[in-house]
């Protein structure tokens, strides 16, 4: 059995307030939350983010591996060799009797 007077108040319909206006209710021990991002104006759900190259690491991630622009075409054309100009010349050869 829990001990009296020791729990929070709880209040089902705390308001969740962003920018001013209310966002959400839920269930907290407090009656409103303040909060700056939300899923309605985070960059990510909303589908407004950048990628953001750092020190030109995606660059130099692309020109690595192969991937992307003019640069990337050439270094994967360079990493992939031509099958067809180095495989051997198959000669044919009539089989022989053996006899018995």
């Known amino acids: 059995m829990p001990k009296p007077d020791i729990h929070p108040t709880w209040y089902p ?6 920018n001013g206006e209310v966002v959400m209710t839920t269930g907290s021990t407090q009656p409103e ?4 991002v939300w899923s309605g104006n ?4 909303t589908g407004t983010q950048k990628i953001l190259d750092t ?18 075409a050439t270094a994967a054309k360079k990493a992939t060799p031509n ?10 050869a009539e089989p022989t009797a053996v006899e018995a």
């Open 55 to 72: 020190e030109g690491r995606v660059d130099r991630f692309m020109r690595k591996y192969g991937m992307g622009g003019a640069d990337g």
């Open 42 to 45: 985070h960059p990510f759900y």
């Open 83 to 92: 099958p067809a100009a180095e495989a051997p010349e198959v000669v044919s």
């Open 13 to 18: 319909d705390a308001k969740v307030i962003c």
């Open 33 to 36: 939350i303040h909060v700056d």
